[in-house]
């Protein structure tokens, strides 16, 4: 494995930690966006593969090592583009080779899991496509086991848009069935799904709840606000709009005994993580726009 932080699935205490996705607003590289993250005080990042995995295994391990010495815990984020239920055979084969691409950064890196849109439902009924969901992970895992990839876990993440697939139920029955597999829960995109429904602290509490139970307390979730319309997510935004509302869920986070990675999506990056990380101390934000 790569000689990174390997952050644990299990903790005995609450681990809290906090970083962006992708990189920083200045950094040019991913090794530079984890140096910076180090010296920012921040302990998290998610390597961001979302246009295509492929870095090189020198390049990858190099970001490992340095985020093993800085205590930066690494997931990623697998290619957007991945679509395990494409009504096209090719699209559904280069969407498992992807995923496995993903996977083998992971194990350079030393980070246990990623994140992976599964795609549409391709006008499929939603049993029949988390069905078809389940088989392409199952070829995934093959590959995997195939090419010596171990150690990572693949994280379904709940989508923002009604014509994507996975809700929490879907997401669910995957995990049932295959043990390789967490869910990844992204607060905003449920906000946005739900037509604003993540509003109370026992919304955040249900969503957390659920999580953790399917994932041996650990709890790797993705936070930001969100624009949203009656189709469900139209673009992300900066934390302090409030939608949803950081300060609601923060509570909860900190009650959890689980090891908690939080990603934050915003397009404000290291800002709006220092934001998140103020809230969890117990800082007055205000409007949050100082």
């Not at 000689?3 to 590289?29: C, E, H, M, Q």
Request: some cysteine; glycine content about 10%; hydrophobic content about 40%.
């Amino acid at each position: 494995m790569g000689a990174g932080l390997i952050w644990p699935l299990r903790n005995p205490r609450s681990v809290i930690r906090v970083g962006p996705s992708g990189s920083t607003t200045t950094a040019s590289s991913t090794l530079e966006a984890v140096r910076q993250v180090g010296d920012l005080g921040m302990t998290a990042l998610e390597v961001n593969y979302v246009h295509g995995a492929r870095a090189s295994e020198g390049t990858t391990r190099a970001v490992g090592e340095a985020a093993g010495m800085l205590g930066v815990a690494l997931s990623a984020h697998a290619p957007y583009y991945v679509s395990l239920n494409s009504k096209e055979e090719a699209t559904r084969r280069s969407s498992v080779e992807h995923v496995v691409e993903t996977a083998r950064r992971c194990m350079w890196l030393g980070a246990p899991m990623f994140a992976v849109h599964a795609g549409s439902y391709s006008g499929m009924p939603p049993d029949q496509a988390t069905a078809g969901v389940v088989a392409r992970l199952l070829e995934v895992r093959r590959r995997m086991d195939e090419a010596g990839v171990s150690g990572v876990r693949i994280g379904l993440e709940t989508t923002g848009r009604k014509s994507a697939w996975g809700t929490m139920p879907e997401i669910e029955a995957v995990c049932d069935e295959l043990e390789f597999v967490l869910p990844v829960v992204d607060f905003s995109h449920l906000h946005a799904r739900s037509a604003g429904g993540m509003r109370r602290r026992r919304d955040f509490a249900e969503a957390v709840d659920w999580a953790v139970g399917l994932s041996d307390h650990l709890l790797y979730c993705h936070f930001q606000s969100i624009e949203f319309s009656d189709k469900g997510e139209v673009r992300h935004l900066p934390v302090n709009a409030w939608s949803p509302d950081f300060r609601v869920l923060a509570p909860v986070l900190l009650d959890l005994d689980a090891d908690v990675h939080l990603i934050c999506e915003s397009p404000l990056l290291e800002k709006d993580v220092r934001l998140l990380q103020r809230i969890l101390a117990g800082e007055d934000v205000g409007d949050g726009s100082g």
